[in-house]
């Protein structure tokens, strides 16, 4: 597959028909800058330089002349891609272009192939309540535990349909020190984290892998000033 031009090996090509006479609907989307070239400004201005950098883009891109009608997603302060029709050879010069990248919508008379997917190390952090049940104990407060468990799956509702699979498995009861029955039941799945593709050394590396993260807002506690020391 050619640099900047994405998914092409997902479509059956008829033979028979030429590049120059067949079309291909298409994405080009707009490649981010490096932020080093942007430091030097205010943050604002940065925000200003980014929406320049790629409305430039687009006005290269379309002086090319390489297609006809389009339309361009995004804001119009900040466009991200252009979407378009082409013919199958002008795929190539497109590729060539650092500043974009192409994916393919449709091509005509082509067939999409459907590959199956294989399994991986792709691992999913699910969080779950899990409330404690003691036998004949009814106090008005109960212990519980927000537990974290890395399952194997290919999606997000594979790894919660594995965690609904084994429900019977935490409700075995056990005899506690005080002879009385326990049981750990999951009230709720309450979050998902894709950890992603890795391999199964990774967990083995100084810097360890990131199994879940959630975004909260808290009272300053550090200020940074942008400066790498």
Not at 112 to 134: P, Q, R
Request: glycine share 4%; hydrophobic share 35%.
């Amino acid at each position: 597959m050619a640099k900047g031009l994405f998914n092409i090996d997902d479509w059956e090509l008829d033979k028979k028909i030429s590049a120059k006479d067949t079309f291909a609907d298409i994405s080009i989307g707009l490649v981010y800058p490096d932020y080093h070239q942007f430091l030097e400004f205010k943050p604002k201005h940065r925000v200003q330089k980014i929406d320049e950098y790629h409305k430039e883009n687009v006005s290269r891109l379309l002086a090319l002349d390489l297609f006809g009608a389009y339309v361009i997603d995004g804001a119009k302060k900040r466009p991200r891609s252009v979407k378009t029709r082409v013919k199958l050879n002008v795929l190539t010069k497109l590729s060539k272009l650092d500043f974009i990248n192409v994916t393919i919508i449709s091509i005509d008379g082509a067939t999409k192939i459907k590959k199956e997917l294989a399994k991986s190390d792709t691992f999913f952090c699910v969080k779950m309540t899990v409330a404690i049940e003691i036998e004949n104990l009814r106090t008005n407060k109960q212990d519980f535990e927000q537990r974290f468990v890395l399952i194997n799956a290919l999606s997000f509702e594979e790894a919660y349909e594995k965690i609904e699979a084994d429900r019977d498995h935490y409700l075995r009861p056990y005899l506690n020190s005080d002879g009385r029955l326990v049981r750990w039941r999951i009230e709720s799945l309450d979050d998902c984290y894709d950890v992603g593709a890795i391999e199964t050394a990774d967990f083995y590396s100084n810097e360890g892998i990131e199994v879940y993260s959630k975004l909260k807002t808290r009272k300053r506690k550090s200020f940074w000033d942008g400066n790498s020391d």
